[in-house]
């Protein structure tokens, strides 16, 4: 059975960039036809998805959040990490990385990391 | 983009109580939405896929409907477990969240 974890610094300045990482157990980011992924919730919008790593399609993004996200795979293809540029308080909230297929027109999230809270605050 | 809205907000329920959350998109989806459930301090939990499809696990007390813009989840006879709040996801289109509804003790 798959496991995610998220680590990270729990607090960020506004205007600076949030990193953080998803460490898989139980499975490999190169292995299957998964979706590795990055939801937020956040008071102000819910549940929004971030952006994935697909090991053969590459990188996907929010077309909301733009140029402001990116997501890579370590080499030891056991994590994955997000990087969250220019951050306000509007990006304060739980973030999560899960594992997704893709259901023929989209992303279901199948397994989930508990969360970690990011605070956005100088 | 496909917006989701749920309704009601908040349900009050008791235990054995049938409950019934709407979720409607506001544009056609087909069968492609998935339903969650979150407990407090916790990630989300698929419950459902393809409108109506239960995951492994999920107990038989769950049930989905629903096509185009309307879905329902239903809960035949309310557990002390599924205290929790419910999430629809559609993902005919990039993948949304609905605003959630939170199922409490009455």
């Known amino acids: 059975q798959v496991q995610l974890q998220e680590s990270g610094p729990g607090q960020v300045k506004p205007s600076e960039t949030l990193s953080l990482t998803c460490t898989v157990s139980?499975?490999?980011?190169?292995?299957?036809?998964?979706?590795w992924n990055w939801i937020r919730q956040t008071p102000g919008k819910g549940l929004e998805w971030i952006g994935y790593f697909h090991d053969s399609g590459g990188t996907n993004s929010s077309p909301y959040l733009g140029s402001r996200v990116s997501v890579s795979v370590d080499t030891s293809k056991s994590h994955f990490s997000l990087r969250l540029t220019s951050v306000t308080a509007a990006d304060a909230g739980v973030y999560y990385c899960?594992?997704?297929?893709?259901?023929?027109?989209?992303?279901?999230?199948?397994?989930w990391g508990p969360g970690t809270q990011v605070i956005v605050s100088s | 983009d496909i917006q989701m809205t749920q309704a009601p907000s908040t349900l009050s329920a008791s235990v054995g109580d049938r409950v019934t959350i709407t979720c409607r998109a506001s544009?056609?989806?087909?069968?492609?939405l998935a339903w969650y459930q979150q407990k407090p301090g916790k990630a989300p939990k698929l419950l459902i896929s393809r409108a109506s499809n239960l995951e492994s696990g999920v107990p038989s007390t769950f049930s989905g409907n629903g096509s185009g813009t309307e879905f329902t989840l239903t809960i035949s006879s309310l557990q002390p477990d599924d205290f929790a709040t419910y999430y629809c996801?559609?993902?005919?289109?990039?993948?949304?969240f609905g605003q959630g509804t939170k199922v409490e003790f009455k």
């Open positions: 139980g499975g490999s980011v190169t292995s299957g036809n998964y979706f």
């Open positions: 544009q056609s989806i087909s069968r492609w």
């Open positions: 996801q559609q993902y005919n289109t990039y993948w949304t």
């Open positions: 899960a594992r997704g297929y893709y259901d023929v027109t989209g992303l279901i999230f199948q397994h």
